[in-house]
């Protein structure tokens, strides 16, 4: 590729990379600015709805990261290295597939008051959950299929296997295992995905809604409805709550770094006395219950649907959105790998490990300034900032893990940088990028914040929808919404599996 086309190209790459993340400065400025006015402090905490909201979010953070890792472990110690762990991880895709809004809609079809299993139990009395217990479990089901996606892509290792295997076969039980060989080498590879999944617990407003404790509500449902008032004391509260939510972060992230270092002095401590207790039972039937929710969800939303009452503006412009938010997002993502930076900065990462509601006040405020509010472009951008990290997350360690060797010999050919892109990496890379494409389409179907705001109500999709049908209204309609955001990604991921499944069988060389 001749030099100036190149540099042109990578300028447009920085500008485009430019405009999707320049949320991050008016967000940043939202944030720090009510920080400064010490009357903003005192009306945020004499609001008596603070203190309960704000525990209401640490339990069912709490509840969700501590279920979610130990299902985790205990499937991984139940399974893995054996035919099961890969029939599992065979099921994975199509549970990641479940959108979170759907899979809250069915628990609460299901569990909530004058939810199914009351009608049919009508002796049974369902406790008032005011500190947020229901949805932190739901979440902590829901997000262990993500940790153990991301497991899965960490345990390939032949040396890990061997490792486990020796110390198995010397007598030492599972969990001895996990603690001495997987976990040590497993949980700071999982870093970046702990964080993003806490980040996201703690500012969770669609599923708050739908599941959370109603008054008060969560710390980021709380936060949204200020931002949402046009009063400048309430927004400045609604920044405040916000701030709360990353201080509650750092804070959550400063104890897991402790009870970290606190197991590695502890871990391992070889005193040679085997446990080979029978402790898989659980790990077994947490396996087993995993695609069982994720079937229960989908039979929930189709036996309460209602086909007649589906809304065909929101099945379009949740199809669109996603298929054009995850095509640009992969492109972008394999220009980025090839003409960006080599060691591009952890900015990258920043919508995934940051609450998602003051980036979407941010998105809001440049869309209010630029009077493009409220339009079908705008949306697809406001997508765009959680979609192109997602991809870039799939197609990063593909990338890397690309043979040098093969570059080297189609330049020794004659080919130039664009060919070998074309010709050479993006064929070796069709898996990821299919995967990568999944993901997105999946993510972008789950996006409630920017496509609240920044369509302004008028464009609708099947998240928005489902979300405020589940504060109160016809209950098929709310199944039906639901089942199709739940269908959307459940079929675009069976098409890419159907299609990698060719592709493995048509390239068995590039497997």
Partial sequence: MAAPLRYALTGLLWAAMGLIYLPLLPAAVQL????????????????????????????????AMAGALGITCAVVAALWPSPAWQRLAGRLPLLLAVPHVAFATAALLLFAEGGWLFLQFPQLTPFIDRYGIGLGLTLAVKESVFLLWAVYALLGEK????????????????????????????????????LATAAWTLSAVDVGLILG??????????????????DALQQAMGSLACLLLLVMLAGLMLGAYLIWRGFRAWVPNVDGVRRPAPVAFP?????????????????????????????????????????????????????WLEFGPPRFGAWIWLPLVLPALPLAAGQYQLALLSWQDGEWRTVLWGHLLWVVPWTLFILRPAWRRLDPRLLTVARTLGWGRGRCFWQLKCPLLLRPILAALAVGFSVSIAQYLPTLWLGSGRITTLTTDAVALSS????????????????????????????????????????
């Fill in 283 to 335: 790990g077994h039937g947490l396996a087993w219950l995993l695609p069982l929710s994720g079937g229960i969800c989908v039979g929930t939303l189709f036996l309460l649907a209602d086909r007649s009452l589906a809304n065909t503006d929101s099945i379009n412009n949740s199809l669109w959105l996603a298929l054009g938010s995850s095509l640009l997002s992969v492109m972008l993502g394999l220009l």
């Fill in 32 to 63: 720090l600015t009510p920080a400064l006015t010490v009357a903003n402090w005192q009306a945020l905490f004499a609001d008596t709805q603070l203190p309960q909201a704000a525990l209401a979010t640490l339990i069912s953070t709490l509840l």
């Fill in 213 to 230: 404790p109603g008054n008060p509500p969560t710390l980021a449902v709380l936060a949204w409805q200020w931002l949402s008032q046009g």
């Fill in 159 to 194: 040396r890990l296997t061997e490792q486990s295997l020796t110390l198995r076969s010397l007598g030492y039980g599972r969990w001895q295992c996990l603690a001495w060989i997987v976990l040590p080498q497993l949980l700071p590879q999982l870093r970046i995905v702990l």
């Fill in 472 to 511: 109160g209204g016809s209950t098929p309609m709310l199944a039906t919404q639901a089942l199709w955001q739940l269908l959307l990604p459940g079929v675009f991921f069976l098409l890419v599996a159907l299609l990698l499944r060719a592709i493995g069988h048509f390239r068995q060389g590039l497997r």
